[in-house]
């Protein structure tokens, strides 16, 4: 399988480089338009074929490509490789303007073609089970999952805020993809004409939901806590936890050595997706999330105007 890098920044190499350049059966070609980072990227990952522009990734043969370029160019890039019959995967959001979100999608079902979001989140080994095995919680049902991402000192313009980041909060917390608009209730604060906090919540079959971003916190940091019949888990960093059921506490911790990238979810959303490409479908409840989740950040942002 061959798969087209596009966008070598700071997410790219963190996140993504260490994790797929390391997979088996896999060759890789990096296009960025910033020819030292190429070569200097290339020569450590040991790459043989790149590019500065990504039209060019067509005719060497890729079956998939990855866009971790700026919000900005993600519409056009996707386009690109969708009217090419080309699965994509793009790092979170998809675009920052819902109208643009539903073209790609149609143009991806008319296409027949994959249309792949990096949402990490999805996949984090110790939070998942909880929200997708019953069995771990011993058929519980579920009342509360509320999401808080925080930053320090970053309050910002509205659209950017919610799409390229408090995104994360919202979709982790969006499980069925079925949420309506007029299901939110939106609460905010300003700090010198800029968004500094938003909260957001909705009921859906007597669960609460609660994503929650303040930008003038006192440390970058990120928690989950949800709540089943007596049973309640709360999450730090997203790699340590614990749980309290009946009134028993218990630690909750990943196996040691757990690479840390394997812990944010990387290593199985890599895996998931390398598995779209290879089979040319992606389920349907998929599809579904992806496009409610960018729904609702569009209605927060008509409804919060700054």
């Known amino acids: 399988m061959k798969i087209g890098m596009i966008g070598l920044g700071d997410i790219a190499r963190k996140a993504y480089l260490p994790v797929i350049t390391q997979w088996p059966d896999l060759e890789l070609v990096f296009c960025t338009r910033h020819e030292d980072t190429l070569k200097q ?12 522009d990504y039209r060019g990734l067509v005719a060497l043969g890729v ?17 690109f490789f969708l009217n090419q019959g080309i699965a994509v995967f793009v790092d ?8 643009q979100c539903e073209a790609l999608y149609e143009l991806a079902e008319e296409k027949q073609c994959p249309l792949f979001l990096g949402f990490n989140r999805r996949y984090l080994p110790l ?44 979709d982790s917390v969006n499980l069925t993809g079925q949420v309506r608009t007029d299901d939110l209730h939106i609460v905010t604060q300003t700090y010198q004409g800029q968004l500094a906090r ?3 919540a909705w009921q859906l079959d007597d669960a ?18 949800i709540n089943f019949d007596n049973l309640t888990c709360h999450f730090d960093s997203l790699a340590t ?8 506490e218990q630690t909750l911790v990943l196996p040691d050595w757990t690479p840390m990238l394997e812990s944010k979810g990387f290593t199985a959303m890599i895996a998931h997706w390398l598995d779209v490409v290879a089979t040319g479908k992606m389920e349907a409840s998929l599809l579904t999330r992806n496009l409610n989740t960018h729904y ?3 209605a927060i942002c008509q409804k919060v105007k700054l």
């Open 92 to 99: 979170k959001p998809l675009t920052d303007n819902y109208e």
């Open 127 to 170: 939070i998942k089970p909880y929200l997708s095995d019953a069995s771990v919680t011993g058929g519980k049902k579920l009342l509360g999952l509320k999401w808080q991402k925080h930053r320090l000192n970053l309050p910002g313009e509205t659209r950017t805020f919610v799409f390229d980041d408090f995104i994360h909060a919202l």
């Open 241 to 248: 936890g614990k749980q309290w059921n009946e009134g028993r």
């Open 41 to 52: 990227l290339a020569r450590t990952h040991r790459i043989q074929e790149t590019l500065t």
């Open 63 to 79: 079956d998939g490509v990855m866009i971790h370029s700026a919000t900005s160019s993600h519409f056009e890039i996707a386009r």
């Open 208 to 225: 609460i939901f609660q994503a929650s971003m303040n930008r003038l916190n006192g440390v970058t940091a990120e928690q989950v806590t």
């Open 296 to 298: 609702l950040a569009e």
């Open 198 to 200: 938003l909260d957001v």
